[in-house]
């Protein structure tokens, strides 16, 4: 059962997956980069920041959280697509106040290469400049809410990589933000900077303290090369 | 905390077994003994259940009935849905700021009184109404609301402040010993399958106890019956997948979170034929092979869960709920009320099941389906109140009689829960196929001008669609349907309906928690006489995205206020446009641009003060 292979095709692409694949690892497989914020190998999907939608069927879904199925026909690389996941990157940067000039994390977040490989050079819409806490209660990391974008990939990385519970999500709505498992701080947690937790985070919102700077801005991962340059593969030939 | 305050607490833990997924029903039951659920609180109920603390956090802090801070004594929530506010909601919430020296969101200095604003609370045919802690309080005007609140003060006792407020029970049930409130039912016209004359209990049952679990289902097949929850799908086929999953647990779980703003039909069914909704269950646990069902009552409905349990009780009490219900060997079935806590999401069904499993109320990832993975992980139905009646009666009419009512494709009738501009607001039961003119003239609208139908996430018509068929193929509804009369202004109304969305959404996605506050930003920028045309395009653009790309069925019509009222009625929205001077953005003025900078340096800028409001 499990080494039967099911066909479909992307933009036209014949790809083939294995039985629990989703759209999004398929893709990957062969070659086909299906852009991701939320999701993470090994994490379960979470289907949150919709920047993987693609069209199954002519119907939008997350490609991340979608089984393959024989006989799909998706659309990934498409303008109507590429506008679509531009608008969704577009809000992620005016809900929070991003500052990519002097984040520690340029050139190494996943928010800001995706801007950079959808050519975004500034959002369309305004800036909500939201009010948001920073927590340096931990000797060793520190939390900068306002580089968040609710991903919630360190809430899943602390339970399912790290075995805690370090952080989940409070309130609803545009209210809605990071929590940690101690009402006074992440100090009180039981959080240590070797933790998964703090990796998983695709922008500078958790980041260790006093290590800022040890790769230098211009040599970090997408200074090199733009972001899933390294899934994307031509097609082989038929 | 005081060592009473903790063992009530572990108590209250104890008595649901310290189960975690009934986190939400200790919480509400803490937060009525305390008035709020505070952070020591929190701490002990994460170690009695053994969960962390900040999922329980994540929990107080999603629903509106929860709080974390302490607040009034009389917690006093004005309805602001449209209707009510366009039924002079506003009045009363300056009578009440007025009266109380606080604004909304605070609470009196001696702890007294706390002003907070509810979303829909099923009232709009007698609005503007409030909920005064579990009290609903209907057609609140704003000398009444001054007048309790002096009332109060005066007598400091609550019971004085209901007698006050509720001089008169409502007819029919509620009027009910163990309702005793002052809502009405606005009963205008019944039909033949809900408010038709009331059957013996255990009538369906009865016939469908005669047949095969699949023959009944093939019944509501052959009726036709579609889901009357909003999205039409037909329940035939709906139990079927439930009951082909596997594994020899399933649940039925009925939906009466009732939320969509306008819509009151399900309070009405709940009030005066509770029996029915619950043999639509009893049916439903039959067809499925569940063996509990769980009718999920919406927050501000607790007034009638008295009513509920006792109808419960009568039934278990005569046999047709419990072992071997009417004789039938095996066929056992109970049913339990979870209590909502104020969220709109948790009508969404798998976001009402998240809520069920003591979780907050986020939409589930889809697939696996509720009918595969519902309820704890096993298959589950979710069903409207509404369709479960009509479940009830096709299985004791038959399924001829039902479907010779409606047009081919949208069989039986609809409850359509009408308010807005005219004189006969209230429920009315219509086959489906029923012209909206002849609605319009059933209920005496003076003038229409537009009609919201289905509610914020459904569509604002004009006259040109009144000749429209209200059903599943043309105009399709859950059942609200709000009049608007000449002079509404429907750009302000979409502004509303966005302010609705934005509170609602619970922000699991990025489209819907944050492109519904883009959307509601340039909807008041036009409305503050700052749009230009350009800006009707951005919001057509806005709105298809998060239509697209969002991840539940909040955030795909949230943006339908939107985009209906600019595709039938652009004119009122150009009305509002003005031209931009010099190229010039026409939202941008530089005075208040520059207003948080004076405010910090305490002067103004030397480049602009001259220029005064010039742009
Ligand atoms: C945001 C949202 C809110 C909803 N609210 C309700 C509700 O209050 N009551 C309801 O029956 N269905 C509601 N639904 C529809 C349910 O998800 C589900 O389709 C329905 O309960 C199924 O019952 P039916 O097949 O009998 O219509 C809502 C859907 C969405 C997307
Ligand atoms: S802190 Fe980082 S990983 Fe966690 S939700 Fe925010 S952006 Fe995502
Ligand atoms: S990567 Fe699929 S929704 Fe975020």
Redesign the pocket.
């Known amino acids: 059962m499990s080494d039967r292979r099911i066909a479909f095709t992307i933009d036209g692409r014949k790809i083939e997956a294995r039985a629990g694949q989703t759209v999004l690892e398929a893709a990957e497989e062969a070659g086909v980069y299906v852009p991701r914020l939320c999701w993470m190998k090994g994490l379960t999907p979470a289907g949150a920041c919709r920047v993987c939608t693609v069209r199954v069927n002519g119907r939008p879904q997350s490609a991340c959280t979608q089984p393959a199925a024989p006989g799909m026909i998706v659309e990934n690389d498409t303008e109507e697509l590429r506008e679509l996941r531009r608008d969704v990157i577009d809000m992620l940067f005016v809900e929070g106040n991003h500052f990519c000039m002097f984040c520690e994390k340029s050139g190494a977040c996943e928010l800001q290469a995706l801007a950079y490989r959808f050519g975004i050079a500034a959002p369309k819409y305004p800036f909500m400049f939201p009010r948001r806490e920073l927590d340096a209660s931990h000797p060793d990391i520190f939390i900068d809410r306002n580089r968040c974008i609710l991903c919630g990939r360190c809430v899943r990385a602390s339970q399912e990589l790290d075995g805690k519970h370090v952080f989940d999500f409070v309130g609803r709505g545009r209210d809605k933000r990071i929590a940690v498992d101690a009402e006074a701080g992440l100090g009180d947690t039981d959080c240590a900077a070797t933790d998964r937790a703090i990796d998983a985070c695709p922008t500078g919102s958790l980041l260790r303290k006093r290590v800022g700077f040890a790769v230098p801005v211009g040599r970090r991962e997408f200074d090199r090369q733009p972001i899933g340059s390294d899934i994307e593969r031509p097609a082989a030939a038929e | 905390m005081s060592p009473e305050s903790a063992a009530f607490v572990t108590g209250v833990c104890e008595a649901l077994d310290n189960d975690p997924t009934r986190l939400l029903d200790i919480l509400l039951e803490v937060e009525a003994q305390f008035g709020h659920v505070g952070g020591e609180v929190m701490d002990l109920i994460a170690e009695t259940l053994k969960v962390p603390r900040v999922q329980v956090e994540g929990v107080v802090s999603f629903y509106a009935f929860l709080h974390s801070e302490p607040r009034g004594k009389v917690v006093i929530r004005l309805c602001n849905d449209v209707i009510d506010r366009l039924r002079g909601a506003d009045r009363v919430a300056e009578a009440l700021e007025d009266e109380l020296g606080i604004h909304f969101g605070e609470t009196t200095p001696d702890g007294l009184f706390s002003l907070e604003h509810a979303s829909c609370i099923g009232m709009t045919d007698q609005s503007p109404a409030a909920l005064v802690n579990d009290v609903v309080v209907p057609s609140l005007g704003s000398s009444k609301a001054r007048r309790g609140i002096q009332v109060l003060k005066e007598k400091g006792d609550f019971d004085e402040l209901q007698k006050l407020l509720i001089r008169d029970h409502g007819d029919g049930n509620n009027a009910h010993p163990l309702v005793r409130s002052a809502v009405r039912n606005n009963l205008r016209q019944p039909g033949a399958v809900i408010f038709g004359p009331k059957t013996k209990p255990g009538a369906a049952l009865e016939r469908a106890l005669a047949m095969s679990p699949a023959e009944v289902i093939r019944e509501l097949k052959t009726a036709r019956l579609?889901?009357?929850?909003?999205?039409?799908?037909p329940?035939g086929m709906?139990w079927e997948f439930t009951r082909a999953a596997g594994g020899d647990e399933r649940y039925l779980i009925c939906?009466?979170?009732?939320?969509?703003p306008g819509?009151f039909k399900?309070r009405v069914i709940l009030t005066e034929r509770p029996d029915l909704v619950f043999e639509g269950m009893t049916v439903g646990g039959y067809a499925l092979g569940a063996r509990q069902g769980i009718l999920y009552l919406?927050g501000e409905y607790a007034y009638l869960r008295p009513l509920l349990e006792h109808v419960l009780e009568e039934r278990r009490a005569s046999g047709l709920l419990g072992h071997d219900i009417q004789g039938k060997p095996g066929f056992d079935f109970d049913i339990r009320i979870q209590m909502g806590a104020g969220a709109?999401?948790c009508?969404?069904?798998?976001?009402?099941i998240s809520s069920m499993e003591g979780k907050r109320g986020d939409p589930k990832t889809r697939p696996p389906f509720p009918a595969q993975e519902g309820y704890l992980g096993k298959p589950t139905s979710?069903?409207?109140?509404?369709?479960?009646c009509c479940v009830a009666r096709i299985l004791e009419m038959g399924s001829g009689w039902f479907s010779s009512m409606g047009t081919p494709a949208s069989t039986g009738t609809k409850l359509l829960s009408i308010s807005g501009d005219c004189s006969r607001h209230g429920i009315y039961e219509v086959p489906f196929g029923i012209t909206l003119r002849e609605v319009l003239e059933m209920c005496f609208a003076d003038e229409p001008f537009a009609v919201q139908i289905g509610g914020p996430?459904g569509q604002m018509v004009g006259m040109e669609a009144f000749d429209r068929k209200i059903c599943f193929d043309d105009l399709a509804t859950?059942g609200a349907l709000m009049i608007l009369g000449a002079g509404r202004n429907v750009v302000e109304i979409a502004a509303e309906q966005l302010r609705f969305f934005v509170h609602?959404s619970c922000g699991y996605c990025t489209p819907c928690r944050v492109g519904n506050v883009l959307l509601l930003e340039r909807l008041e920028q036009i409305l503050a006489g700052n749009g230009e045309a350009a800006d009707l395009d951005y919001l057509e653009q806005l709105a298809r995205s998060v239509k697209t790309t969002s991840r539940?069925?909040?955030g795909?019509?949230s943006p339908r206020p939107v985009l209906s009222t600019l595709e039938n009625f652009r004119e009122e929205y150009e009305k509002l446009l003005i031209e931009p001077v010099d190229g010039q953005l026409a939202s941008f003025d530089i005075n208040t641009a520059l207003g948080p900078a004076k405010a910090l340096t305490g002067r103004d800028s030397v480049h602009f003060e001259q220029q005064g409001g010039e742009r």
């Open positions: 579609r889901g009357r929850g909003g999205a039409g799908f329940t709906k939906n009466a979170d009732e939320g969509e819509t399900d919406r709109y999401i009508g969404e069904e798998t976001a009402l979710v069903n409207n109140v509404e369709t479960l996430s859950g609602e539940c069925g909040l795909q019509s």
